[in-house]
């Protein structure tokens, strides 16, 4: 396990624009089940934001209702509103937001089975204009930060691992040349040591390149630590958010979400009991 005093982002070197601003915003799906209720965050440029909470909190939602796939899910957004630099987003075209260099990462990779490595990640590129040398340049710069996609470049896509199927997705992403990174659930269903790598890479990606991310997480422990900022949602709502800094060693946070209070680790079985009343909540 990496140390968190090497791996933690230091909020004081993001001080940059707000590129995403989301406020306020009530999810609705199949004109009756409320999803999300009141939901606000901003993303600030060139930092990682991290959207945390459980499975079915509304992470997923957040992230489909700024990119604008809501629609293929019966879902819309009918309260509040979404700003990409400053303009509304939320009635555009998907695509019309992929042109704005907001790209999202799905949950679950999704990645094009029946094509090649190399050829899923070229894809990526499909909206772009540029030269054939500028897109193979690119082209390496993903196999730089994923040195396992380039040995693998050749392999069916629906043969290769979970983790590398994560690359894939990914480096396609990059390959668009995003300004912004809607990232799903990078860490589903992968070995620790992998989530280690994956969120190594988005840090190095982060840093590197200028990506902005915005990364929606059920494992809080690891994401807080290379994260600048975080918020918490619980049952469609941003119950907390802070810097990734404070939200680590806030007790509520250690105890319902790190699974470690004062007194030491619990076990689920207690913080769940527990969970009836949080402090935040009442």
Not at 2 to 29: G, R, W
Not at 52 to 64: E, I, S, W
Request: charged content about 25%; aromatic content about 6%.
């Amino acid at each position: 396990m990496l140390d968190a005093a090497n791996t933690a982002a230091d909020t004081s070197d993001v001080k940059a624009e707000t590129l995403l601003e989301v406020n306020n915003i009530e999810v609705i799906y199949n004109h009756v089940i409320l999803v999300l209720k009141g939901v606000s965050l901003n993303v600030p440029k060139g930092g990682i934001t991290a959207l945390l909470g459980g499975n079915g909190a509304g992470k997923t939602t957040t992230l489909k209702a700024i990119s604008n796939l809501l629609h293929s899910e019966r879902g819309e957004v009918t309260k509040g509103s979404i700003k990409y630099r400053g303009a509304h987003v939320h009635e555009q075209d998907p695509a019309e937001l992929v042109k704005k260099g907001v790209i999202q990462v799905m949950e679950g990779r999704h990645c094009f089975e029946h094509l090649t490595v190399e050829e899923n990640l070229l894809t990526g590129a499909y909206t772009r204009r540029d030269s054939g040398a500028d897109i193979q340049k690119d082209l390496e710069m993903v196999y730089h930060y994923f040195p396992r996609l380039k040995e693998r470049r050749k392999s069916q896509a629906g043969y290769t691992s979970g983790g590398e199927q994560q690359m894939v997705a990914m480096g396609r992403a990059l390959m668009s040349r995003p300004e912004t990174i809607l990232l799903d659930e990078p860490s589903m269903g992968l070995a620790p040591q992998l989530v280690e790598q994956i969120f190594e890479i988005v840090k190095s990606i982060n840093e590197q390149e200028g990506v902005t991310f915005l990364l929606a997480e059920q494992n809080t422990n690891v994401a807080l630590r290379y994260a600048h900022y975080g918020y918490i949602l619980e049952s469609g709502r941003v119950v907390m958010d802070g810097p990734a800094a404070e939200l680590r060693e806030n007790p509520d946070v250690k105890e319902f979400y790190l699974g470690m209070s004062d007194e030491g680790r619990k076990s689920f079985r207690d913080v769940r009991s527990y969970r009836r009343r949080k402090r935040w909540l009442s």
